[in-house]
């Protein structure tokens, strides 16, 4: 079992089209975080968030940290097809010793 | 030039063959980290590294093995290679108080 899940697993989608991405979890963290991966590279950081309700918008990307600090959505206004690639959420919590967890990531194909 | 370099960045091994995996960074960072990625199994974390005199072991240590021979460089090893750890690997770094990571660009390993 998966401490943080996102879904959905697998979006493929028309370009200009509008899409969520969630990361939910039972744990509390004290901050969250979204990588890009494209293939053949390692991840790349989006964004921190560590404030409970926290929106940061980057371009057409729009993040948000849940209340309670137990989960996360990334949306995408208007995709393009360089957005394709594997996102992935990962948390920071005293609990976990202030390593990241990782979701199992959703990967997004969007089609010109 | 990349901060977070790895080599090799593709190895094809035998069953029972030693294999070491190296990491080196240019971020000036204290902290670093080894992942492995399996499909839909997001990044599971073998050992991290707070420190040249720290060693840790991560969610799955079992048959790897770390050394960090300076504050740059984060070595993995496989002491006896064995197939189920094909997998993507990656190193990451980490400045110390701040979850963001910044991956390497990822070592594809076959283990036949």
């Known amino acids: 079992t998966q401490l943080l899940e996102q879904s959905p697993q697998f979006l493929s989608i028309q370009e200009g089209e509008n899409l969520t991405v969630y990361c939910n979890s039972s744990?509390?963290?004290?901050?969250l975080q979204w990588y890009r991966q494209e293939p053949g590279e390692g991840p790349v950081l989006l964004v921190t968030v560590v404030t409970g309700g926290e929106v940061k918008k980057l371009k057409r990307l729009t993040f948000q940290f849940g209340d309670a600090r137990k989960d996360s959505s990334l949306h995408i206004t208007a995709a393009q097809p360089g957005d394709t690639g594997l996102y992935l959420c990962a948390g920071a919590s005293a609990e976990y010793g202030n390593k990241l967890v990782f979701g199992a990531g959703t990967i997004l194909r969007v089609k010109s | 030039d990349a901060d977070v370099t790895q080599t090799p960045r593709n190895r094809i091994t035998k069953t029972g063959k030693r294999i070491m995996l190296e990491c080196s960074q240019t971020k000036g960072h204290d902290r670093m980290y080894w992942y492995r990625q399996d499909p839909g199994l997001g990044l599971q974390l073998i050992y991290y590294s707070f420190d040249v005199k720290d060693i840790n072991k991560g969610e799955i240590s079992d048959g790897y093995s770390v050394s960090r021979q300076a504050q740059a460089k984060f070595s993995l090893s496989l002491e006896s290679a064995i197939p189920n750890q094909t997998a993507l690997y990656f190193c990451a770094t980490s400045a110390s108080g701040r979850p963001a990571q910044y991956f390497g660009p990822g070592t594809r390993l076959t283990v036949l």
């Open positions: 744990s509390v963290f004290s901050s």
